[in-house]
C-alpha cells in the first residue's frame, strides 16, 4: 500500500514544529518543577534540623537539670545545710531552660513538617497545568 502524503507539506512541519516545542516546553517545565521541589524540601530539612539540635539542647540541660535536683535533695536531707538548696534552685533553674529549649525545638520541627506539604510547589504545578490547557487550545 502506499503512504498518503498530504497535500499542504508546509502544514505538517508546522504541526510537528508545534508538538516538537510542546514536548520541549513540558519536559523544561518538569525539570523546573523538580528543581522547586527539591529548593522546598532542603529548606523544610535546614528547619527541621534545627529544631533537632534545639530539641537534643534541652534534653541535654534537663538531664543536667535532673542531676542537680537529684543532688539537691540528697545534700538537703543528708545535712539539712543552705547548700543543698542551693544546687536545688540551680537545678530548678536549669529545669526551666531546658523545658524552653525542648518547647521552642518541638514547634519549629513541627511548623517545619507541616511545610513539607510543598505548598509552592503544588501550586506552580496547579499554574502549569492552567497554562498547558490554554497553550493547547
Known sequence: MAQRRSVYPEEEESIS?????????????????????????????????????????????????VLFLLLAL???????????????????????????LLWQGVGSIRRATSDLTLTTTRESLEEDARWLKNRMK
Not at 523544561?28 to 534545639?54: D, F, N, P, Q, T
Not at 540528697?74 to 524552653?100: K, N, S
Open 74 to 100: 540528697t545534700v538537703a536531707l543528708a545535712t539539712l545545710i543552705p547548700f543543698g538548696w542551693a544546687a536545688f534552685v540551680v537545678g530548678f533553674v536549669v529545669v526551666i531552660v531546658a523545658a524552653v
Open 17 to 65: 514544529s508545534v508538538v516538537r516545542d510542546l514536548l520541549a516546553d513540558v519536559r523544561e517545565l518538569v525539570r523546573g518543577e523538580i528543581r522547586l521541589a527539591r529548593l522546598e524540601v532542603k529548606g523544610a530539612m535546614s528547619i527541621i534540623s534545627r529544631g533537632a539540635a534545639l530539641v537534643a539542647g534541652g534534653l541535654a540541660l534537663g538531664y543536667l537539670g
